[in-house]
């Protein structure tokens, strides 16, 4: 007796997700009156972010910080949350400007920022390689 074929369901595979970073603070509270507080930029850094400049209220002593990582992270304590103003810099140039709100009300509060299309086309392309300086092994 001839068995009929069974026709099997084959699903695709899902596209990657595309990169993201995920820009977030945690916070406890330190003493009656004040929270320590880390600022950070995570996920898809190694690859696209060069570094991450902070400005802080300006009644912070040093308001503007350079984070030059990995890591991307910023230690602090301080008794009210604000609004950071963030500049990402990437490796293969260009930048892109941010905001993030401090936030003292959970310990850990983050949200995804899309890396640009075109910050991504420029980590792909490939290297130009000068012949010239190619040593034959």
């Known amino acids: 007796l001839a068995r009929a074929a069974r026709c099997a369901h084959v ?4 596209p990657p997700a595309p990169p993201r970073l995920v820009l977030g603070n945690t916070a406890k509270r330190f003493d009656a009156k004040r929270h320590s507080w880390t600022f950070y930029v995570r996920g898809s850094t190694q690859q696209y972010v060069k570094e991450v ?20 992270e910023l230690k602090s304590r301080g008794w009210g949350t604000f609004e950071l103003d963030v500049t990402i810099r990437w490796k293969g140039g260009g930048e892109l400007k941010t905001v993030w709100d401090l936030q ?10 899309e890396i ?13 390689v000068d012949v010239d300086e190619v040593v034959p092994s």
Do not use: N, Q
């Not at 003292?104 to 920022?113: T, V």
């Not at 640009?116 to 130009?128: D, I, K, M, N, T």
């Open 104 to 113: 003292f009300d959970a310990p850990d509060a983050s949200g995804e920022l």
């Open 116 to 128: 640009p299309s075109a910050v991504l086309a420029a980590a792909e392309a490939p290297v130009p």
């Open 11 to 14: 699903m695709a595979p899902s």
């Open 53 to 72: 400049i902070v400005y802080l209220h300006p009644t912070f002593r040093e308001p503007v910080r350079k984070l030059e990582g990995p890591p991307f």
